[in-house]
């Protein structure tokens, strides 16, 4: 969400990984803001679902609820679903089924599949038919 953020929360051994992507920070801090979808929030309209582990020190939560409320707070479509004990990439069986469940749900009611599935995503500033 913001890579400025991002520059500075990630863990020690991610801490230099975006200056290859975007530039040196804090040198480069405009070119870190510009390319921040944060910054980019008015040009967005499609469906967004975010799926986020709670202990991901690589993309920390504070970046997936920053964007999540920016969503919300512009009316578009959003879902953040956080799971507990996961970190940058799930390990857990379940949570790698619950993440599959709640794209399935998230495709179909974002483009009015109709499929018996019992699965019930909630999804923020859905707009009811």
Not at 27 to 51: G, N
Request: glycine share 6%; aromatic share 8%.
């Amino acid at each position: 969400a913001d890579l400025t953020a991002l520059a500075g929360d990630t863990h020690k051994f991610e801490s230099r990984y975006l200056d290859g992507l975007v530039g040196l920070y804090p040198k480069d801090e405009a070119i870190y803001k510009e390319r921040s979808p944060i910054e980019s929030i008015d040009t967005l309209k499609c469906p967004i679902l975010l799926l986020q582990g709670d202990e991901d020190k690589i993309v920390p939560p504070n970046q997936s609820e920053m964007m999540h409320g920016a969503l919300l707070e512009k009316g578009i479509m959003t879902c953040l679903k956080m799971y507990e004990g996961e970190q940058h990439g799930f390990r857990k069986a379940e949570n790698i089924q619950d993440a599959l469940d709640s794209e399935l749900s998230f495709f179909r009611q974002v483009f009015g599949i109709d499929v018996d599935d019992e699965y019930e995503l909630k999804i923020d500033n859905m707009k009811q038919k």
